[in-house]
């Protein structure tokens, strides 16, 4: 299985970005799906989560700006970035719960990040 993220890059204060994160292989079903970020010497923290219920979580710092959402049909997740503000700036990750053909367990799996720079 594997996560591939893109749409990283360089923006200005008060733009937009959008996120996607496909996952790919021999799954069976995936149960949550997110995004993280992180900056240099610093943990990597939730951003906004989208269960296959489509129940949504975001963190404080992102309500009202940031927009998760997911496909099924093509086990993608996306991340809509508007207002985006200089701290922002971080390398995000996407995350999926997943259970594959050959488990009979859900467990995490991660992409390679994508960077997010915010120019002020």
């Known amino acids: 299985v594997q996560l591939q993220a893109s749409g990283g890059g360089l923006v200005q204060a008060g733009g937009s970005l959008r996120l996607s994160c496909a996952a790919a292989?021999?799954?069976?079903?995936?149960?949550?799906m997110g995004w993280y970020r992180q900056t240099p010497g610093k943990q990597r923290d939730l951003v906004a989560r989208?269960?296959?219920?489509?129940?949504?979580n975001y963190a404080d710092s992102v309500k009202g700006r940031f927009t998760i959402s997911r496909d099924n049909a093509k086990n993608t997740v996306y991340l809509q970035m508007d207002s985006l503000k200089p701290e922002d700036t971080a390398e995000y990750y996407c995350?999926?719960?997943?259970?594959?053909?050959?488990?009979?367990?859900?467990?995490?799996?991660w992409g390679k990040g994508t960077l997010v720079t915010v120019s002020s």
């Open positions: 292989g021999s799954i069976l079903s995936i149960n949550v």
């Open positions: 989208i269960t296959s219920g489509e129940n949504t």
């Open positions: 995350k999926a719960v997943l259970r594959t053909m050959q488990s009979s367990y859900y467990r995490d799996y």
